[in-house]
DNA sequence: ACCTGAACACCGTTCAAGT
DNA sequence: ACCTGAACACCGTTCAAGT
């Protein structure tokens, strides 16, 4: 008689996202992935063939919590909200942005985002040229900002003054435009590195209509 | 009678260095290092403390490749080289990207580089906020594009075209979108991914001149 | 001071076995 | 079909020992 399976592969897949989530991708192990789902470590493997399998996966379900934009909304807005979104989805999950790296196939969250992005470009005047240049620059400037925003010592404002008030000493003396940035604009009261996205952000919002007018030397 | 070293923590670097360029991150463990160097495991252990002290120093090794800009050049030629000696550098090292996002506390390279970019804007007009949000733009393109780069499944243009051929049919029901920039653009002859970086960069550079203008609402 | 070798507690994965 | 447990070849690192 078979047995009712205890757990299925989407299971697996979202223990696996809570144990990185705590723990980082060092803590993520097919052990501990087992006992968080109390069974034994080679259950898995009936579920993810291997554990690099697990992390495509793993990659993949970040990407599906990223809202796709409406292609037949406002692009400026669709494709502001589709930075947004993917940019709070790779902050919950920063450990996604070290394991993409290694991971070049895509899975089928990533591709149908992908596809709903070049939609939106697509409906709203971008040249083929053009979209592929537009996506280009948006996916380099989110996953950027993501990556740098995962390397900062500290996480949100308060205990980036702190920080930067200790390293101050060393600062003045070696490298004396970071010590003047950093009391004149990081150590000011209500200073959070998160609100550079948006300014960036409406920048390459700025750039991705200047390609869609075509005022840019495009190939083909 | 102390003992002539005959391995300094340079060279221990340098040799971590070449394993990962051959065989990924997966293969960079102390004990290949060692093998490497013709010693024992532990004999490392006497010029890094741990294996996450010697991935720092790598992380350091591979910022110490990019050439920083002159601050009393031309800002944007400068700043438009810098970005594309980052770049090169991450495509030699690409497994530096992965490991960029756990290590937060920056090394000295970085930071003098770090340094050499603000002084680069500080000195052409650009105000204390404007230089902070150009250098958050800077970077996120630089290393977002970067990270695009690294998870292309295929390096160069000649097997771009091939793989994409495979692909088609699955995109053409799929992916409609994906088919057609894969057609028109990706799949022309000449097409190849390394030439986005300089579009997007141009792109970057005329907001940055946005930025030095003040045209933009900034904070502080 | 510098290096070695055995050992420990892990890890991903294979294999043979159980229901 | 689904799960288990022992085992194997690794890994980073500790420790005691050698020169």
Known sequence: ??????????RVLAAALE???EGGVAALTMRA???R???SPMAIYHYVATKDELLDGLVDLVFAEIEPPSPDGPWREEISRRMGAAREALRRHPWAIGLMESRTSPGAASLSRHEATLATLRHNGFSVAATAHAYALIDSYVYGFALQEATLPVDGPEGFGELA???MPTFDADYPFMAEIAREHVLQPGYDFADEFDIGRELVLDALETLRMGQ????G
């Open 37 to 39: 789902l109390g069974t």
């Open 19 to 21: 144990v990185a989530d």
């Open 165 to 167: 008030e200790q390293m």
């Open 1 to 10: 008689v078979p047995r009712r399976p205890q757990i299925d592969r989407e």
């Open 33 to 35: 992935v087992a006992q």
């Open 216 to 219: 840019t030397a495009a190939r």
